[in-house]
């Protein structure tokens, strides 16, 4: 079953905007992760964020966890066409290992 | 360096036949996964091996799946008696570490059910 839920559920903006897309989850947590998929490949890890971590930042990409709210947002700055992609959010859960996702969003962005 | 490796890419089989799926990790992680992935879909956890023990197994969907890591590296995840509700992406994942790092995903093999 799916923990995360992701909003929006696409997203479409022109290259050089900033695109940000939240996600949701219900259990207490580890860590949260955000992953990429180009289409009809693997998920690539961009970014790991722990439960004592508030914000995180790699290259173009700014992560946050609210654990009060249960929610964490990936901001990509100055968007590519090359960053259209579907996104997913992920959980580590503190009892194991296992990775829970969200549904992801489809991100295009129009060169 | 090489990243996980899965294969068949795709495979085709006929209700009810068995199919096998393998996945090599990259070398040296302890953890490896398997989810499988509907169309449009985020990836459900099937299966967890921390060298060759299978540690968790709870998101099987049913005693016809069953996975393999006999040595700790190479896994194998077999279905049998397929059914259509088996079509899917079938991905693997390794990481170096039992939590907090991130794994790393093999492109997954597309299973079609006909």
């Known amino acids: 079953s799916q923990q995360g839920e992701e909003d929006p559920q696409a997203l479409s903006i022109q290259e050089g905007e900033n695109a940000t897309m939240n996600c949701s989850y219900k259990?207490?947590?580890?860590?949260l992760q955000w992953y990429r998929q180009n289409s009809g490949r693997g998920l690539v890890h961009l970014i790991l964020i722990r439960s004592n971590e508030r914000e995180k930042h790699s290259g173009r990409l700014r992560v946050t966890l609210d654990t009060s709210k249960k929610s964490s947002s990936l901001l990509i700055t100055a968007s590519r066409a090359a960053d259209t992609a579907s996104y997913f959010c992920?959980?580590?859960?503190?009892?194991?290992?296992?990775?829970?996702f969200g549904e992801g969003t489809q991100l295009t962005v129009n060169p | 360096g090489a990243g996980v490796s899965q294969s068949p890419r795709y495979k085709v089989a006929k209700r009810g036949q068995d199919v096998a799926l393998r996945c090599d990790p990259i070398?040296?992680?302890?953890?490896l996964f398997w989810y499988q992935q509907a169309l449009g879909q985020g990836p459900e956890f099937l299966t967890y091996?921390?060298?060759?023990?299978?540690?968790?197994k709870s998101g099987l969907p049913s005693d016809r799946f069953f996975a393999e890591r006999p040595e700790g590296s190479v896994s194998t995840l077999k279905i049998q008696r397929t059914q259509q509700e088996d079509s899917a992406v079938y991905l693997c994942?390794?990481?170096?570490?039992?939590?907090?790092?991130?794994?790393?995903f093999g492109d997954g093999t597309r299973l079609s059910i006909l």
């Open positions: 259990t207490s947590i580890n860590n």
């Open positions: 992920a959980t580590g859960e503190t009892s194991g290992s296992r990775l829970t």
């Open positions: 994942a390794s990481s170096s570490n039992y939590r907090d790092q991130p794994q790393h």
């Open positions: 091996f921390q060298n060759e023990a299978q540690l968790d």
């Open positions: 070398s040296g992680h302890v953890s």
